[in-house]
């Protein structure tokens, strides 16, 4: 018998796809503004949105409004939540046959990109919950990353289980464009830096290398006996600097300029990590002083992000399948 052909379906939760004035239910809401422009630690859990079946692998906010939060299951499906009203899922998406590992939104919201341990890349319609592509090499893509100019939007990068970081372009069918070909193990991460000509990857070499967008050679290789695998890296707002989790249980923070070096003073606000034991940690960027502990989840909190709009409250995951927005 042949293999079972997986049937892409999707299902909208939401009372109507459009409203009166015919705006579609993930356009963001005219009160969807800026709160305050200081930030502070969360101090109480606002709202839990539970209906993954097995453990979430990550979530995303939607670019600049944070109205939405895109969630990735173990249980195989991507869901979307409502954040600013009821917080219902609005619509789940069904693709994958595996664990969804990670997820990517446009720049504008209206696309998105899952990867999942079936090992397909799936690009879809926000909105309408169709599957745009399918992108594949046989292999795990662990990470995915859309070029964050405006005008290579197109461009997908996806860091694989065989060492590799991939190309396409979205638009133009699944022929790979580029591949970049360094690391020895897995890639984990990709960071776009240097306003976005090059990007850095981490991977279980336990090394970080930084590459020229679209040349597939490494310009820096970043690599010490002392060195642990960084699963984790996030690009600091002001772009100057790279925050790296560590399995040494560390957080490092790399310089962006030339040198890409390892900073032991840093100017920003706060770090904030999920841990093997459902907590998330703060810390303040400046002194790297632990701010707060908060007992997030049952097991791993396996990912935390900040609202891009309200800059006190979080969203965080956890393999005990549930997703919490603090305060």
């Given at each position: 018998m042949g293999e079972a052909i997986l049937v892409e379906?999707?299902?909208?939760?939401?009372?109507?796809?459009?409203?009166?004035?015919?705006?579609?239910?993930?356009?963001?809401?005219?009160?969807?503004?800026?709160?305050?422009?200081?930030?502070?630690?969360p101090k109480r859990l606002v709202h839990t949105w539970s209906g993954h079946t097995k453990g979430v692998?990550?979530?995303?906010?939607?670019?600049?409004?944070g109205h939405l939060l895109l969630s990735a299951g173990m249980d195989s499906r991507v869901k979307i939540w409502d954040v600013f009203n009821y917080g219902n899922c609005m619509r789940t998406y069904m693709g994958h046959s595996?664990?969804?590992?990670?997820?990517?939104?446009?720049?504008?919201?209206?696309?998105?990109?899952?990867?999942?341990?079936?090992?397909?890349?799936?690009?879809?319609?926000?909105?309408?919950?169709?599957v745009i592509s399918t992108f594949s090499t046989g292999k795990v893509p662990y990470v995915i990353k859309l070029n964050p100019d405006e005008d290579k939007q197109n461009v997908l990068l996806a860091g694989m289980s065989d060492n590799k970081i991939v190309?396409?372009?979205?638009?133009?069918?699944?022929?790979?464009t580029q591949k970049y070909d360094q690391h020895l193990r897995a890639v984990d991460t990709i960071t776009f830096v240097d306003n976005n000509r090059?990007?850095?990857?981490?991977?279980?070499?336990?090394?970080?290398?930084?590459?020229?967008?679209?040349?597939?050679?490494?310009v820096k290789c970043i690599s010490e006996p002392h060195m642990y695998s960084m699963p984790?890296?996030?690009?600091?707002?002001?772009?100057?600097w790279l925050a790296a989790q560590s399995m040494d249980n560390q957080i490092l923070v790399y310089s962006t300029g030339e040198k890409f070096q390892l900073e032991t003073r840093a100017y920003g606000r706060f770090v904030f990590s999920g841990d093997s034991e459902g907590r998330c940690w703060f810390w303040d960027w400046k002194s790297c002083k632990v701010l707060k502990t908060l007992k997030c989840h049952h097991g791993v909190?396996?990912?935390?992000?900040?609202?891009?709009?309200?800059?006190?409250?979080?969203?965080?995951?956890?393999?005990?399948?549930l997703i919490k927005y603090w305060d």
């Open positions: 379906r999707t299902c909208f939760h939401g009372k109507e796809e459009r409203d009166y004035q015919g705006r579609s239910w993930i356009a963001p809401p005219s009160y969807a503004k800026a709160t305050n422009e200081y930030c502070f630690t692998s990550a979530i995303r906010f939607y670019p600049r409004y595996e664990a969804v590992r990670d997820i990517c939104f446009s720049n504008d919201g209206t696309k998105f990109l899952s990867s999942s341990f079936d090992k397909n890349i799936k690009y879809w319609d926000t909105e309408t919950g169709q190309q396409w372009d979205v638009n133009e069918g699944k022929k790979i090059r990007f850095v990857t981490s991977s279980d070499d336990k090394s970080l290398r930084v590459w020229e967008f679209g040349i597939p050679v490494v984790s890296v996030s690009l600091h707002p002001s772009s100057n909190c396996i990912g935390a992000e900040w609202h891009p709009l309200e800059q006190s409250k979080v969203a965080t995951c956890g393999w005990d399948g």
